[in-house]
Protein backbone atom coordinates (compact mmCIF):
# COMPACT_ATOMS: atom_id res chain seq x y z
CA UNK A 1 0.00 0.00 0.00
CA UNK A 2 0.95 3.45 -0.82
CA UNK A 3 0.00 6.81 0.75
CA UNK A 4 0.25 10.15 0.30
CA UNK A 5 -0.59 12.32 3.13
CA UNK A 6 -0.82 16.42 2.49
CA UNK A 7 -0.72 19.37 5.31
CA UNK A 8 -0.83 22.63 5.43
CA UNK A 9 -3.43 24.04 4.20
CA UNK A 10 -5.97 26.90 6.25
CA UNK A 11 -7.03 30.14 6.26
CA UNK A 12 -4.90 33.16 4.98
CA UNK A 13 -5.59 36.51 4.33
CA UNK A 14 -5.16 37.50 0.60
CA UNK A 15 -1.09 38.77 0.02
CA UNK A 16 -0.41 35.97 2.63
CA UNK A 17 1.77 32.60 2.56
CA UNK A 18 0.84 28.84 2.95
CA UNK A 19 2.99 26.19 3.02
CA UNK A 20 1.64 22.43 1.78
CA UNK A 21 3.41 19.39 2.89
CA UNK A 22 3.10 16.11 1.09
CA UNK A 23 4.49 13.00 2.40
CA UNK A 24 4.74 9.29 0.42
CA UNK A 25 4.69 6.30 2.54
CA UNK A 26 4.56 3.06 1.41
CA UNK A 27 6.66 0.11 -0.39
CA UNK A 28 8.20 2.71 -3.06
CA UNK A 29 10.59 1.85 -4.91
CA UNK A 30 11.26 5.67 -6.77
CA UNK A 31 9.17 8.09 -7.69
CA UNK A 32 8.98 9.77 -11.04
CA UNK A 33 6.79 13.07 -10.82
CA UNK A 34 5.68 14.69 -7.92
CA UNK A 35 2.34 17.44 -8.32
CA UNK A 36 0.09 19.33 -6.98
CA UNK A 37 -3.19 19.52 -8.09
CA UNK A 38 -6.48 21.96 -7.32
CA UNK A 39 -9.70 21.99 -7.75
CA UNK A 40 -12.34 25.27 -6.58
CA UNK A 41 -15.80 24.78 -6.16
CA UNK A 42 -17.50 24.35 -9.60
CA UNK A 43 -13.84 23.71 -11.21
CA UNK A 44 -12.60 21.32 -12.90
CA UNK A 45 -9.04 19.77 -11.15
CA UNK A 46 -6.08 21.57 -12.81
CA UNK A 47 -2.44 20.99 -12.43
CA UNK A 48 -0.59 23.81 -10.24
CA UNK A 49 2.92 22.25 -10.47
CA UNK A 50 5.01 19.58 -10.96
CA UNK A 51 8.24 18.38 -10.37
CA UNK A 52 9.94 15.69 -11.74
CA UNK A 53 13.80 14.15 -10.81
CA UNK A 54 15.95 11.78 -12.78
CA UNK A 55 19.35 13.09 -14.50
CA UNK A 56 18.14 16.59 -13.80
CA UNK A 57 15.32 18.31 -11.90
CA UNK A 58 12.75 19.64 -14.21
CA UNK A 59 9.74 22.30 -12.57
CA UNK A 60 6.67 23.00 -14.49
CA UNK A 61 4.05 25.90 -13.36
CA UNK A 62 0.61 26.90 -14.13
CA UNK A 63 0.69 30.34 -15.63
CA UNK A 64 -1.81 31.92 -12.67
CA UNK A 65 0.99 31.11 -9.86
CA UNK A 66 4.45 31.60 -11.40
CA UNK A 67 6.81 33.74 -9.76
CA UNK A 68 4.24 32.97 -6.36
CA UNK A 69 4.14 29.34 -5.79
CA UNK A 70 7.81 26.98 -5.33
CA UNK A 71 7.79 23.39 -5.89
CA UNK A 72 10.08 21.50 -3.96
CA UNK A 73 11.14 17.56 -3.38
CA UNK A 74 12.95 15.99 -0.44
CA UNK A 75 13.71 12.54 -2.24
CA UNK A 76 14.82 10.97 1.09
CA UNK A 77 11.84 11.54 2.77
CA UNK A 78 9.52 11.27 -0.52
CA UNK A 79 8.01 14.53 0.38
CA UNK A 80 7.15 17.04 -1.62
CA UNK A 81 6.47 20.69 -0.66
CA UNK A 82 4.25 24.09 -2.03
CA UNK A 83 5.63 27.58 -0.92
CA UNK A 84 2.70 29.87 -2.02
CA UNK A 85 3.20 33.40 -1.12
CA UNK A 86 0.83 36.24 -2.33
CA UNK A 87 -2.04 34.35 -2.29
CA UNK A 88 -5.19 35.48 -4.14
CA UNK A 89 -9.02 34.59 -3.19
CA UNK A 90 -8.68 33.23 -6.31
CA UNK A 91 -6.41 30.76 -5.15
CA UNK A 92 -8.77 29.68 -2.55
CA UNK A 93 -9.53 25.28 -3.47
CA UNK A 94 -8.65 21.73 -2.17
CA UNK A 95 -4.83 21.42 -3.03
CA UNK A 96 -4.49 17.73 -4.01
CA UNK A 97 -0.96 15.51 -4.36
CA UNK A 98 -0.12 13.45 -6.48
CA UNK A 99 2.56 10.93 -7.69
CA UNK A 100 3.70 8.64 -10.46
CA UNK A 101 5.79 6.45 -8.98
CA UNK A 102 7.07 2.64 -8.48
CA UNK A 103 6.22 0.41 -6.17
CA UNK A 104 8.76 -2.89 -5.30
CA UNK A 105 7.24 -6.20 -3.60
CA UNK A 106 9.89 -8.14 -2.54
CA UNK A 107 10.57 -11.91 -3.74
CA UNK A 108 12.65 -13.64 -5.89
CA UNK A 109 12.58 -11.94 -8.24
CA UNK A 110 11.15 -8.64 -6.58
CA UNK A 111 8.43 -7.06 -8.52
CA UNK A 112 7.84 -3.50 -9.42
CA UNK A 113 4.57 -1.59 -10.54
CA UNK A 114 4.18 1.52 -11.90
CA UNK A 115 1.25 3.48 -9.91
CA UNK A 116 -0.32 6.53 -9.51
CA UNK A 117 -1.20 8.38 -6.36
CA UNK A 118 -3.27 10.68 -5.07
CA UNK A 119 -3.71 12.35 -1.13
CA UNK A 120 -6.83 13.03 0.16
CA UNK A 121 -6.89 17.45 -0.32
CA UNK A 122 -6.22 19.96 2.13
CA UNK A 123 -8.49 23.11 1.87
CA UNK A 124 -6.40 26.33 1.66
CA UNK A 125 -8.99 29.10 1.80
CA UNK A 126 -7.70 33.19 0.82
CA UNK A 127 -9.77 35.54 2.37
CA UNK A 128 -9.86 39.27 0.88
Known amino acids: QVQLVESGGGLVQAGGSLRLSCAAS????????MNWYRQAPGNQRELVAA?????????NYADPVKGRFTISRDSAKNTVYLQMNSLKPEDTAVYYC????????????????????WGQGTLVTVSS
Open 98 to 117: NADLVTIRSGIPPIYRNLEV
Open 26 to 33: GSIFSINT
Open 51 to 59: ITSGGSTNY
